[in-house]
């Protein structure tokens, strides 16, 4: 074998050798086609590094306008929390603020908000995943459905209460996205429980089944 | 049996299925790298890759699928290019086992966004299927 063209006898070095080549042309064309996108007329090309979309937590929201509106408004008292209730999560669900963006909760203020049934609740996931459990309550409109069609999400009504959003990720970055397709259309206070299904269902917290409830 | 496999012909069809396999793979994902690198982070191998490091690997994997393909089918260094093949195959496989242990579920993004299936039992099956397809390609060619 000492031609570079090796119809398939290659072997040992050779052979090693051929991969590599493989796998270094591929990798020089990729990192060459993103070079060029990212720095043409329409920057479509991705970033070299990572970063996970984050969003601000309630407790960073409600940490700032405490901060801001300290001796202009009174702080709320704290309430406290019910004894019976394993996670002592206190009782009251009106302290979500409209700050025009998404908020990020957590699994407390998640299930406080769905015991207390004071949140509006979609499930992104896909019909079969939300038919096998969902957190109570949810209305399915999975994500690759409605972000294709805002009228059903437009048509969404929460009746005035905050809209908790959840997925089966682990960041759930499609509720996030679904989070700020809802800002977008006007809805108001939209959260998104980015510990989604996975941590729901660890956490063994009611769950209902069955695949009633399609969203309108 | 094993003579059967290192038969020519039988070597030859699986390098072209294994081509034409990886082209699919490959020129979708191209097309749309961001939909790949969201496929990528959906796996979420934080441990093992670090999610800093998944847009490199959303850059790059397609158009490694893309020479080895192109390799597989020219018969052009067609053990190489069936070498790669596998051993991407079986870190697919592996990525997809994984997820699968931990409960995850959503669009592979495999082929590119093309309406694929979530990741489940038969996304497995095709994934060994593949790879045993990378096996027999990768034989040694006697003569």
Partial sequence: MDRWWSDGTERGGVLWGGVIAIVATGALLGVFQNALVRTGDK???????????????LEEIQAQAAAA???SAPTPAPVAADPNDPLGIPVGVSDIPDVGRPIEITVTKARELVDAKGAAIIDAR??????????PGAVNL??????????????????GKPILVYCGGVTCELSMKLGHELVRLGKKRVLVYTGG????????????????GQGA | MLEFFRHPTVRRVAQLGAGVIFLAAALPKIADLEAFAVSIHNFHMDPVVPMALTNVLAVTIPWIELVAGLAL???VRPRA?????????????????????RGLSFDCGCFGK??????????????LGMLALGVVASLERRG
């Fill in chain 1, 126 to 135: 896909e019909p079969a995943d939300y038919a096998a459990g969902h957190i």
């Fill in chain 1, 43 to 57: 920057d479509d090309g991705l970033a070299w590094k990572y970063e996970p979309p984050k969003l601000q937590t």
């Fill in chain 1, 197 to 212: 299904w996975p941590e729901w269902n660890d956490m063994k917290f009611p769950v209902e089944t069955g695949a009633p």
């Fill in chain 1, 69 to 71: 509106g300290a001796g």
């Fill in chain 1, 142 to 159: 999975p994500f690759d459905e409605v972000i294709t069609d805002p009228a059903r999400l437009e048509a969404f009504d929460p009746q």
């Fill in chain 2, 73 to 75: 089918l020219a018969n």
């Fill in chain 2, 81 to 101: 290019g069936a070498v790669v093949y596998t051993a991407l195959m079986a870190l697919f496989t592996v990525a997809v086992i994984a997820a699968l242990a």
């Fill in chain 2, 114 to 127: 093309s309406g694929a299936a979530n990741l489940g039992a038969q996304k497995l099956l095709e994934n």
